[in-house]
């Protein structure tokens, strides 16, 4: 493990900041109000066969003051660090939410939750910032070089890295110190001679450091040093006849399907309307929680901010909620909600289940997914055994294109490769095919989960939410899953016209 | 003053070039849910990117960094930062030497802030709009935002440059009270003083009205009105892919027929379009700011050129491709920096009215969500139609019909286009985040795929 907090974030005078706003916000009548003092540094490199084409490195740094002032909220944030600037920010907030309380319909209040004091650091060994620009670049040229091959005309590597520092006060007493390190190496081969084809890594972005790009937690090199190959077979290989397919479908693509329909649409914000006229709402609604099937009973879905490397995971979330695991969907029945101190209060709930998220001083928390999750079977089922009970079908290998509708039904997602399944067998790979479904019409068809030897957590950097837009990190946890009779489209044929 | 910060910046840098560009931003915003408020905010953020430029034999190795500045140390902290990491920086692919120096007028004013005194007048209208909405059982959904950045661009070669970026938005979504019928209007501004809360709320409650009879419609292909708000998203996604160093590569939909070559020349629409982009026709800054390279499209090293307006398709033929200096200088062509703004224009002195009144049968839509490439070497996307797909017989709106999922590439839709209203200045829907600024026609596409049916509303 490393040192921990970074000293250079801890040397600010982050309690004398903290202080200083609360004090002000107190006594100007706020009933609630957080200080949040982010420091997020934002690395990445870009090279095109083997030259680089681009590189950032990028800190952010500022307080944001947020308030509950006669049942409304205010917000205000800024970059100077004293205690003047501070206080000034809680009055602004103040001013804020008194100008807010005659287009505010019912007083604001929080779902409780104890005080909590203390430091938490994500696990990771190597600092990605402490590697240097020119070794980082060094190993981005050595995994273009691995990934070049017959067939492969260029060659793109990038890096994403950021480290994030983050101090939480409230009124109630909490004072949080954490630290979060995650990072997103991606390698592309592409084939432009004649059609134009590419295949890229399927790895996930990991809450880990430098180490990930040597090989911890993933096979980097196993997987680039095969893309060349996956990219030939894919230029030989036969278009996908349109219909109903079975699918067997891998964690590395199944997780974006899992982000899309289900941890969107579990989000209690936009059940309830409040992303209604951005990200949108959902066809999950509170009235038919504990009876909506979702899913088949094979289906069983998590949320957490705890899980290991997880990209959402912490020790407390940005309204000062101990990190959970909650249910949300238990045999295949929507049983759970991801909810923020607000709405748990709304909807009468003790506690939130802390799914509070800001990506920077500069937002206001927005209920953010935690780590959503399919749970694996408890039996040791295998891949094999799930390609095995299908007779005709597709194996479905890393994400792609994906898109979904307002009410997270419709969706369309393709893959870095399909493979054809042939009584029990695999068949090659087959290009230019999209599987197209409802949401629940498609976890209702899932006949089968692979056991945890199946089970890998993928995720996303950049999930987008809310106005001003906000971007959030989350993982997602799944197995192999066998689908059954699903609408696989051809692509070509989508886009072709007389 | 800032500008002293940027001087003290430069004559710390030990490199062999620097660029300093200093960027002052605030920011108020309201956003509401079910008639009622739910956020506001007003930020202040001020940030600095250095890049630090190493020669050896003449190509560029740079270190680029950026970061808070609260003081002038905090700038020439960055600037220290950006003169290591470039000592050791690999060559960069877009190196070009620095632009050449143009010294800007008002270069050492001060930064031109907002606050969320600009939405007061707006909001007292949105209050009236909630309270009607309520009493009339429907529900209104939205967000306004209002920017202002001012930004500096100091190089070692002697330019300085400022520019000064407002730009803000409103969107009016309302709902019917089973929220099945819902209805969007978005507008772009500069400044508030044309936004009109009360008009926007009359528009949004005459295409909700719309919704009062629902048809369901299968997939299939449609005559299809694309207004311009939905034309926009599309054009911006062509755009994004318009790289011309990729296209020579043989990556995008503008890849020529041979390898190395690119489209440009070719007919792409019958109809008399032009694209342009650039300083003229909206707003814009007329120099390159780019706090970080976007592979084949901008450079760092491009930081304070000029940022002409461009057409990149003229009279429906392809014209122009973005290039960076450096790539068109390896190309032969001429340097095309991609505005944030976009004008298409038909020629067309119609109005959305005229084509729907000249509409037999045909669906009109609102705008697009959840754009997706599907595949790049068309440039074929999918996406959802959303809040209001409008069914047109005989010339009028007999209702609202159920939504649906399309897959089209917006460069064969410009090639199917029959009809184009006249280029009106429009908010996009899905990029508005990003792009504040377009004018686009309503096109008429006679064969839209609408591929599957979207049950949601």
């Given at each position: 493990?490393?040192?921990?907090?970074?000293?250079?974030?801890?040397?600010?005078?982050?309690?004398?900041?903290?202080?200083?706003?609360?004090?002000?916000?107190?006594?100007?009548?706020?009933?609630?109000?957080?200080?949040?003092?982010?420091?997020?540094?934002?690395?990445?490199?870009?090279?095109?066969?083997?030259?680089?084409?681009?590189?950032?490195?990028?800190?952010?740094?500022?307080?944001?003051?947020?308030?509950?002032?006669?049942?409304?909220?205010?917000?205000?944030?800024?970059?100077?660090?004293?205690?003047?600037?501070?206080?000034?920010?809680?009055?602004?907030?103040?001013?804020?939410?008194?100008?807010?309380?005659?287009?505010?319909?019912?007083?604001?209040?929080?779902?409780?939750?104890?005080?909590h004091v203390g430091e938490w650091v994500?696990?990771?060994?190597?600092?990605?910032?402490?590697?240097?620009?020119?070794?980082?670049?060094?190993?981005?040229?050595?995994?273009?070089?691995?990934?070049?091959?017959?067939?492969?005309?260029?060659?793109?590597?990038?890096?994403?890295?950021?480290?994030?520092?983050?101090?939480?006060?409230?009124?109630?007493?909490?004072?949080?110190?954490?630290?979060?390190?995650?990072?997103?190496?991606?390698?592309?081969?592409?084939?432009?001679?004649?059609?134009?084809?590419?295949?890229?890594?399927?790895?996930?972005?990991?809450?880990?450091?430098?180490?990930?790009?040597?090989?911890?937690?993933?096979?980097?090199?196993?997987?680039?040093?095969?893309?060349?190959?996956?990219?030939?077979?894919?230029?030989?290989?036969?278009?996908?006849?349109?219909?109903?397919?079975?699918?067997?479908?891998?964690?590395?693509?199944?997780?974006?399907?899992?982000?899309?329909?289900?941890?969107?649409?579990?989000?209690?914000?936009?059940?309830?309307?409040?992303?209604?006229?951005?990200?949108?709402?959902?066809?999950?609604?509170?009235?038919?929680?504990?009876?909506?099937?979702?899913?088949?009973?094979?289906?069983?879905?998590?949320?957490?901010?705890?899980?290991?490397?997880?990209?959402?995971?912490?020790?407390?979330?940005?309204?000062?909620?101990?990190?959970?695991?909650?249910?949300?969907?238990?045999?295949?029945?929507?049983?759970?909600?991801?909810?923020?101190?607000?709405?748990?209060?709304?909807?009468?709930?003790?506690?939130?289940?802390?799914?509070?998220?800001?990506?920077?001083?500069?937002?206001?928390?927005?209920?953010?997914?935690?780590?959503?999750?399919?749970?694996?079977?408890?039996?040791?089922?295998?891949?094999?055994?799930?390609?095995?009970?299908?007779?005709?079908?597709?194996?479905?290998?890393?994400?792609?294109?994906?898109?979904?509708?307002?009410?997270?039904?419709?969706?369309?997602?393709?893959?870095?490769?399909?493979?054809?399944?042939?009584?029990?067998?695999?068949?090659?790979?087959?290009?230019?095919?999209?599987?197209?479904?409802?949401?629940?019409?498609?976890?209702?068809?899932?006949?089968?989960?692979?056991?945890?030897?199946?089970?890998?957590?993928?995720?996303?950097?950049?999930?987008?939410?809310?106005?001003?837009?906000?971007?959030?990190?989350?993982?997602?946890?799944?197995?192999?899953?066998?689908?059954?009779?699903?609408?696989?489209?051809?692509?070509?044929?989508?886009?072709?016209?007389? | 003053?800032?500008?002293?910060?940027?001087?003290?910046?430069?004559?710390?840098?030990t490199s062999d070039e620097c660029v300093?560009?200093?960027?002052?931003?605030?920011?108020?915003?309201?956003?509401?849910?079910?008639?009622?408020?739910?956020?506001?905010?007003?930020?202040?953020?001020?940030?600095?990117?250095?890049?630090?430029?190493?020669?050896?034999?003449?190509?560029?190795?740079?270190?680029?960094?950026?970061?808070?500045?609260?003081?002038?140390?905090?700038?020439?902290?960055?600037?220290?930062?950006?003169?290591?990491?470039?000592?050791?920086?690999?060559?960069?692919?877009?190196?070009?030497?620095?632009?050449?120096?143009?010294?800007?007028?008002?270069?050492?004013?001060?930064?031109?802030?907002?606050?969320?005194?600009?939405?007061?007048?707006?909001?007292?209208?949105?209050?009236?709009?909630?309270?009607?909405?309520?009493?009339?059982?429907?529900?209104?959904?939205?967000?306004?935002?209002?920017?202002?950045?001012?930004?500096?661009?100091?190089?070692?070669?002697?330019?300085?440059?400022?520019?000064?970026?407002?730009?803000?938005?409103?969107?009016?979504?309302?709902?019917?009270?089973?929220?099945?019928?819902?209805?969007?209007?978005?507008?772009?501004?500069?400044?508030?003083?044309?936004?009109?809360?009360?008009?926007?709320?009359?528009?949004?409650?005459?295409?909700?009205?719309?919704?009062?009879?629902?048809?369901?419609?299968?997939?299939?292909?449609?005559?299809?009105?694309?207004?311009?708000?939905?034309?926009?998203?599309?054009?911006?996604?062509?755009?994004?892919?318009?790289?011309?160093?990729?296209?020579?590569?043989?990556?995008?939909?503008?890849?020529?027929?041979?390898?190395?070559?690119?489209?440009?020349?070719?007919?792409?629409?019958?109809?008399?379009?032009?694209?342009?982009?650039?300083?003229?026709?909206?707003?814009?800054?007329?120099?390159?700011?780019?706090?970080?390279?976007?592979?084949?499209?901008?450079?760092?090293?491009?930081?304070?050129?000029?940022?002409?307006?461009?057409?990149?398709?003229?009279?429906?033929?392809?014209?122009?491709?973005?290039?960076?200096?450096?790539?068109?200088?390896?190309?032969?062509?001429?340097?095309?920096?991609?505005?944030?703004?976009?004008?298409?224009?038909?020629?067309?002195?119609?109005?959305?009215?005229?084509?729907?009144?000249?509409?037999?049968?045909?669906?009109?839509?609102?705008?697009?969500?959840y754009i997706r490439e599907v595949d790049?070497?068309?440039?074929?996307?999918?996406?959802?139609?959303?809040?209001?797909?409008?069914?047109?017989?005989?010339?009028?709106?007999?209702?609202?019909?159920?939504?649906?999922?399309?897959?089209?590439?917006?460069?064969?839709?410009?090639?199917?286009?029959?009809?184009?209203?006249?280029?009106?200045?429009?908010?996009?829907?899905?990029?508005?985040?990003?792009?504040?600024?377009?004018?686009?026609?309503?096109?008429?596409?006679?064969?839209?795929?609408?591929?599957?049916?979207?049950?949601?509303?």
């Amino acid at each position: 493990m490393p040192s921990g907090l970074d000293p250079r974030f801890t040397a600010l005078p982050l309690d004398t900041l903290a202080d200083a706003a609360l004090t002000r916000a107190a006594a100007l009548g706020a009933t609630h109000a957080d200080v949040r003092i982010e420091r997020i540094r934002m690395g990445s490199h870009r090279l095109r066969d083997e030259a680089l084409e681009s590189s950032t490195d990028a800190t952010d740094l500022g307080i944001g003051v947020r308030v509950i002032h006669d049942g409304s909220w205010g917000f205000a944030a800024g970059i100077t660090l004293t205690p003047d600037a501070a206080a000034t920010l809680a009055e602004q907030a103040v001013a804020a939410a008194r100008i807010s309380r005659p287009l505010t319909s019912f007083p604001v209040e929080l779902a409780p939750e104890p005080v909590h004091v203390g430091e938490w650091v994500s696990p990771f060994r190597l600092d990605p910032f402490e590697v240097s620009d020119a070794e980082r670049v060094e190993r981005l040229v050595e995994l273009s070089r691995l990934a070049a091959g017959a067939g492969v005309d260029h060659v793109t590597a990038t890096v994403d890295l950021v480290d994030e520092h983050k101090l939480y006060a409230d009124l109630a007493g909490s004072r949080t110190l954490q630290r979060r390190v995650r990072v997103l190496p991606v390698v592309e081969v592409m084939a432009t001679n004649g059609r134009y084809h590419s295949m890229r890594t399927t790895n996930p972005p990991a809450g880990r450091g430098w180490e990930y790009l040597l090989g911890e937690g993933w096979d980097l090199d196993g997987e680039v040093s095969q893309l060349a190959s996956w990219l030939a077979e894919q230029r030989a290989a036969p278009c996908v006849q349109p219909g109903r397919y079975d699918l067997v479908v891998e964690p590395t693509n199944l997780w974006l399907t899992i982000h899309e329909s289900v941890a969107h649409a579990t989000e209690l914000d936009r059940a309830l309307g409040y992303e209604a006229a951005y990200a949108g709402t959902s066809f999950a609604k509170p009235e038919t929680l504990g009876s909506l099937q979702y899913g088949s009973d094979v289906m069983t879905v998590t949320g957490d901010r705890v899980a290991e490397h997880g990209l959402a995971s912490c020790a407390w979330d940005d309204e000062g909620v101990e990190a959970q695991t909650f249910e949300i969907i238990r045999d295949g029945t929507h049983v759970g909600y991801q909810l923020n101190r607000q709405m748990a209060h709304e909807q009468g709930r003790d506690r939130s289940n802390g799914c509070a998220f800001a990506d920077s001083s500069g937002h206001i928390p927005l209920q953010r997914m935690p780590n959503v999750s399919l749970q694996p079977a408890a039996s040791e089922t295998t891949v094999e055994d799930l390609v095995g009970r299908v007779e005709r079908g597709l194996y479905v290998v890393g994400d792609k294109s994906w898109s979904i509708d307002m009410q997270r039904y419709n969706f369309q997602f393709t893959a870095q490769r399909f493979y054809a399944i042939q009584d029990g067998r695999l068949a090659g790979q087959v290009a230019d095919a999209a599987y197209q479904a409802t949401t629940t019409d498609f976890w209702r068809s899932m006949e089968a989960v692979g056991g945890p030897g199946t089970y890998r957590l993928m995720g996303a950097l950049d999930c987008g939410k809310g106005q001003p837009g906000q971007s959030a990190p989350v993982s997602h946890g799944a197995p192999a899953a066998l689908f059954r009779s699903v609408n696989v489209l051809n692509t070509e044929a989508e886009g072709a016209h007389a | 003053m800032i500008t002293d910060w940027i001087e003290a910046g430069l004559s710390a840098a030990t490199s062999d070039e620097c660029v300093v560009i200093v960027r002052d931003s605030t920011e108020a915003n309201l956003r509401w849910a079910i008639n009622m408020l739910t956020t506001n905010g007003q930020m202040h953020h001020r940030s600095a990117t250095v890049v630090a430029i190493s020669r050896v034999d003449g190509v560029g190795h740079a270190g680029v960094v950026s970061g808070p500045v609260a003081a002038q140390d905090d700038l020439v902290a960055l600037v220290g930062q950006a003169c290591t990491t470039a000592q050791t920086a690999p060559a960069s692919d877009d190196s070009a030497p620095l632009p050449a120096p143009v010294v800007d007028e008002d270069y050492a004013e001060d930064a031109v802030t907002t606050s969320i005194d600009v939405l007061g007048s707006f909001a007292e209208g949105l209050g009236r709009a909630l309270a009607a909405s309520f009493s009339a059982g429907t529900e209104m959904f939205g967000y306004a935002e209002h920017h202002s950045s001012t930004v500096w661009v100091g190089t070692s070669a002697g330019a300085r440059r400022r520019a000064v970026e407002r730009w803000g938005k409103v969107e009016l979504n309302a709902k019917s009270s089973d929220r099945i019928g819902s209805a969007w209007v978005g507008r772009s501004t500069v400044d508030f003083s044309d936004i009109d809360a009360d008009v926007l709320a009359a528009e949004v409650t005459r295409r909700l009205s719309w919704c009062d009879n629902r048809l369901e419609l299968p997939a299939g292909r449609y005559e299809t009105i694309l207004p311009p708000s939905a034309v926009a998203d599309l054009m911006i996604l062509t755009y994004w892919s318009a790289s011309g160093r990729d296209a020579e590569q043989g990556r995008t939909v503008f890849a020529g027929a041979q390898p190395g070559t690119t489209r440009v020349g070719e007919v792409l629409s019958a109809l008399p379009m032009t694209l342009t982009s650039g300083p003229e026709a909206l707003p814009a800054p007329p120099f390159a700011i780019v706090e970080g390279s976007v592979p084949g499209l901008t450079s760092v090293y491009d930081n304070g050129a000029p940022a002409e307006t461009v057409a990149w398709l003229h009279d429906g033929r392809l014209a122009a491709l973005p290039y960076p200096r450096a790539a068109a200088a390896a190309s032969g062509v001429p340097y095309a920096f991609p505005s944030d703004n976009l004008v298409l224009d038909a020629g067309s002195n119609r109005s959305l009215e005229d084509l729907i009144r000249s509409t037999k049968r045909g669906l009109l839509l609102t705008c697009l969500w959840y754009i997706r490439e599907v595949d790049i070497s068309s440039l074929l996307v999918t996406g959802l139609t959303r809040d209001g797909v409008y069914l047109i017989e005989n010339g009028e709106i007999v209702g609202m019909v159920n939504n649906f999922r399309f897959n089209e590439s917006p460069v064969d839709l410009l090639r199917r286009a029959v009809e184009a209203s006249a280029s009106e200045p429009t908010l996009c829907r899905e990029w508005n985040d990003y792009f504040t600024f377009t004018s686009m026609p309503a096109l008429r596409v006679p064969d839209f795929n609408m591929s599957t049916v979207s049950k949601a509303y």
